[in-house]
């Protein structure tokens, strides 16, 4: 699995075709922004080095010019708080970090690349402005809580320090992202929250639209004892294998527990649960397992099959035939996907709204 970054962004826009620019691609932009876009490292409403400091300070730029902006070392400037080109180069250079195991995007990609950033990083001075104007606050405590849920999850300060060096943290400036990324959540909750419920109305009518994304393939449910054959096994050690799944077929054939068995004898470590594998679907097991446990009735315990992995008995315990998932079965994903895209249309219109009565200006070329 590939490693995520540290911060999960709030703000990364849905995929869009640009110029011919793959959906597959623009949706790795989308996942990918989400690393950094929640870096307060140089953002003007957080950044603690002298040189934003000063930028901060400076007085409002006069125009949208790309040749004073970049002069200043600034590639935009919201309400006259200045995003530095270093804040946007440190930005790009988590992308591209982020996407190191991909082919490198295209002139034409990378100028949309470019745009996402820039305007996710004009998306964030907005709402922490915003947060401040509307006295939205973030104690010490709260950031702690979350710097200490990260510490547990990796296991040591040590991996903190390793993880925050690799994305180019400093601990000092990821406790500021954090609180951050605490102001602008809150905000979003206090100004929005309420506006994102659904109700099981709406969840219902999901639900019969889209009778496909709930159609569930027929399933079955086996348990199985094992006796292990290595790949490079002698045939003297094949024919004692075989040996012993019979001595254990005899048994099951007069009358004793299958999953006792199981635990007893199995190789497998579903032996554990008595050999129980649980649901699964035609084409998530071995084609001669499959064949087998999809042939058989409820109960009945199959002859010795042979796979890759040795001799398997195996037992059916349960059924599920092709076709729609019961509606209180997915009610609670489908009601969190569709929270989730109502607060993310909201999301949107209210930075839309943040910047219509906003002064912003852009100097990136």
């Excluded at 932009?29 to 000063?54: E, I, N, Q, Y």
């Excluded at 295209?106 to 100028?111: D, G, L």
Aim: charged share 30%; net charge positive; hydrophobic share 40%.
């Amino acid at each position: 699995m590939k490693e995520s970054g540290p911060f999960v962004g709030l703000f990364v826009a849905a995929p869009k075709g640009v110029n011919g620019m793959s959906r597959k691609f623009a949706t790795s932009v989308a996942m990918v922004l989400a690393v950094f876009l929640l870096s307060g490292v140089a953002c003007g409403a957080s950044a603690k080095d002298p040189a934003t400091a000063k930028e901060k300070s400076a007085d409002k730029p006069k125009g949208a010019s790309g040749d004073k902006g970049a002069a200043q070392g600034k590639v935009a400037a919201v309400n006259g708080v200045a995003i530095s080109q270093a804040e946007f180069n440190k930005a790009l250079s988590r992308f591209q970090l982020q996407r190191n195991s991909q082919e490198p995007p295209s002139a034409e990609e990378m100028k949309e690349i470019k745009s996402r950033i820039l305007q996710s990083l004009i998306d964030r001075e907005l709402l922490l402005q915003e947060s401040k104007r509307v006295g939205v606050k973030v104690d010490d405590a709260e950031v702690e809580a979350q710097v200490d849920s990260l510490k547990k999850r990796l296991g040591d300060d040590a991996k903190l320090g390793q993880m925050l060096e690799k994305w180019q943290f400093t601990e000092a400036q990821y406790r500021e992202t954090i609180k951050n990324e605490l102001l602008m959540r809150k905000l979003l909750e206090q100004q929005l929250g309420a506006k994102s419920d659904v109700t099981e109305g709406e969840v219902k009518a999901f639900y019969n639209e889209h009778p496909d994304v709930f159609r569930a393939p027929e399933q079955v449910r086996a348990s199985h004892i094992l006796v292990k054959v290595e790949a490079n096994a002698k045939e003297e050690d094949k024919t004692k294998a075989m040996e012993k799944i019979k001595a254990v077929q005899q048994r099951v054939k007069k009358g004793e527990d299958f999953a006792a068995l199981a635990k007893e004898v199995s190789d497998c470590p579903s032996k554990e649960q008595g050999g129980d594998l649980n649901f699964f679907s035609k084409g998530m097991m071995v084609a001669p397992f499959e064949n087998a446990a999809f042939s058989m009735d409820v109960g009945a315990v199959s002859d010795i099959v042979e796979t890759q992995f040795g001799y398997h008995l195996i037992k059916v315990t349960e059924k599920k035939p092709a076709g729609i998932r019961p509606f209180e079965q997915v009610k609670a994903p489908v009601e969190q996907h569709l929270k989730a895209q109502k607060a993310g249309q909201l999301r949107a219109q209210y930075i839309e709204e943040l910047k219509a009565k906003a002064k912003i200006e852009t100097f990136l070329n």
